[in-house]
């Protein structure tokens, strides 16, 4: 076989080689994202659970200040109606006594459900946080596995990639460059060998003329209905 032929094939080779580490690089950010996906779902129950927490504890404070706000009303109602003599006036104030103590309880009901409520929303992040956790420690391990193997796989592209470049600098520059923009192309394999009369990838026969003239010199041409290229095997 003609050593171009020879030289060009040992390059396509190394660019497969490269390929078949991209393709197990990029097979590990699929399980990187699923293990992403499930902690974001956890993270996110997490979230609500505390927003949840935070939005009950500002309800909270806010019906305790109304509260204690009342509690001082009732008492100046009450305060009022001790000082009252006349029986019109005593009713004026026995009604916002009435006003006031419902108040109160109203808002006492409120509070111990809210009460109910945060210690049960307070249960709930502590069940979530403790789930997150037990998610991250279950993950790590696979985690730490796929880091270790993006580092062997980095490491191996690394000296693909060198050989590849090596094996390039023997090839002539006019055919790399047709070899690399075909390459760009059609994806991993561009060259291909003539398999009887015909092209090795479309199954295009090539005219008798340009056959003989690449099994005499090792010529390599490019297939006119595919556009790969193209070499007589021995």
Do not use: W
Not at 90 to 98: G, R, W
Not at 149 to 166: S, V, W
């Amino acid at each position: 076989m003609h050593p171009e032929i020879q030289t060009l094939l040992a390059l396509q080779q190394d660019d497969v080689a490269v390929h078949e580490i991209e393709q197990g690089l990029g097979a590990l950010q699929p399980r990187l994202t699923d293990l992403d996906r499930q902690r974001q779902v956890a993270a996110d129950a997490l979230a609500r659970a505390r927003a949840l927490v935070e939005s009950e504890e500002k309800r909270q404070h806010d019906l305790q200040t109304r509260l204690s706000e009342l509690k001082h009303a009732h008492e100046r109602n009450l305060t009022n109606y001790d000082a009252v003599k006349k029986p019109k006036e005593a009713a004026a104030a026995m009604a916002q006594l009435e006003v006031s103590r419902k108040g109160l309880g109203d808002l006492e009901s409120e509070l111990q459900a809210i009460a109910r409520r945060l210690t049960d929303a307070r249960a709930n992040v502590h069940a979530q946080e403790k789930s997150l956790a037990d998610l991250d420690a279950s993950q790590a391990a696979t985690r730490e596995e796929i880091g270790r193997e993006r580092k062997a796989l980095e490491a191996k592209m690394q000296g693909a990639r060198g050989k590849r470049q090596t094996t390039a600098q023997n090839v002539a520059p006019q055919l790399l460059s047709k070899y690399d923009r075909i390459r760009g192309r059609k994806g991993v394999q561009a060259v291909f060998p003539l398999r009887g009369p015909s092209c090795g990838n479309c199954d295009t026969a090539i005219p008798m003329q340009r056959r003989n003239q690449m099994m005499g010199s090792g010529r390599i041409e490019v297939c006119e209905a595919c556009g790969v290229l193209l070499y007589a095997g021995e």
